[in-house]
């Protein structure tokens, strides 16, 4: 007598020949059969709409579609969760081998065959509303303004539920591994002052200064008179606001300028340039720009400070979740290649200084309060913006703990004139 094959055993033999092996997870399927590892991770299809979004997109985009849109999930449970579940697929994809799909047309044409019979070819929802539909010339300004406009403006509130009071959107330094979010937000901020040899009355630029972070504690604590720059306008009033509040209307002004329109006179260049994680949104062609700016915006001999991500492996830019949901034309490259890019814009490099390790424990601190007001950032943006910035936050902690991504201080000066560098690093 004959045994029936459930839906997700099917499911399991349509895909396990890409896999070069068994399904390493727990499947659950949509009419509730099941398959796989039963110790692994559970994956749960939850709609038909999943596997077409999958076969439209194989890989991280089309998992990604199907996850913030609840097609397809990873529920907590018997010790998994989405990070140690995600993590349990890399290990299994890099023990295996697996660079992409393993497809030959016998493989391709049973599955067809197989994925027909149970109603599954079709066309594939509609993108999900929370993907950035951004159009118009790659890096126009008007199309950069829109692609910053879908992660930042999503409200002021929504980021202060994450981030640490001082609303730093960047990389800590963590001194210690047990310091809060906001002693390694100021321990950062402290840092690049320090490496920018910032004294009260020294003229500074905030090239992309986010909600002014940098540009207030300069001012507020190292007496820098501190021009920032943004095209965000949700952040600029926010700044503005913070300005108001402690008074430092004298030295801090914030400019809604793209940051190709931030280049000073000769006879007003600035004493010092930040700029802090910003060089990954200008784009690969773009790029040269952005240095040339931050070159000729600093007088001769000035320092000139950046902190940047970078990323290794098959995407050079923010790979296909990142730049389909959170931000639209994000480019990353090896960092090797960005020192090169920002040498030939004219500035002289004098130093380097890895965080990524830093970068894990500032994730981890965002997930937490993340996860802490979870409820309320529902109530803002809705539940599939939710599950796009926990799998953003998650995936993002994954890969810098696992070296694909990287972020790093370089410290510049531009040449013509004699630089203050001490000789000693300044942390």
Known sequence: MSTAVSLAERLAAVVEPFLGGPLPVRLRAWDGSEAGDATGPLVELRSPAAVRRLLRHPGELGAAQAYVTGELDVPEQDGWDLDTALTHSFQVARERKLTGARVTPGSVLTAVKELRALGLIGLPPGPPASQAQVKGRLHSKLRDRRAISHHYDLSNEFYSLILDPQMAYSSGYHVKPDVSLEEAQRAKLDLVCRKLGLEPGMRMLDVGCGWGSLSLHAAEHFGAQVVGVTIA???????????????????????????????????????????????????????????????????????????????????????????????????????????????????????????????????????????????????????????????????????????????????????????????????
């Open 233 to 427: 306008a949700e952040q600029k009033k926010f700044i503005d606001a913070r300005i108001a509040e402690r008074g430092l209307g004298d030295r801090v002004e914030i400019r809604l300028q793209d940051y190709r329109d931030a280049v000073p006179s000769p006879r007003e260049e600035y004493d010092a340039v930040g700029s802090l994680e910003m060089g990954e949104h200008v784009g690969q062609d773009n790029y040269p720009t952005y240095a040339s700016v931050l070159c000729r915006a600093v007088k001769p001999g000035g320092r000139v400070l950046i902190q940047q991500m970078s990323r290794t492996g098959r995407w050079p830019g923010g790979g296909p979740f990142i730049e389909s949901f959170i931000a639209p034309d994000m480019y990353m490259r090896p960092v090797g290649e960005t020192v090169a890019m920002l040498e030939r814009g004219g500035l002289e490099v004098r130093d380097v200084h890895a965080l990524r390790e830093h970068y894990v424990l500032t994730v981890a601190g965002w997930l937490e309060r993340f996860e802490a007001n979870v409820e309320r950032l529902t109530e803002l943006v809705g539940e599939e913006v939710v599950r796009v910035w926990r799998l953003y936050l998650v995936g993002g902690s994954m890969a810098f703990r696992d070296g694909r991504m990287g972020v790093d201080q370089i410290l510049m000066v531009r040449p013509g004139a004699a630089h203050t560098l001490p000789g000693e690093r300044a942390g």
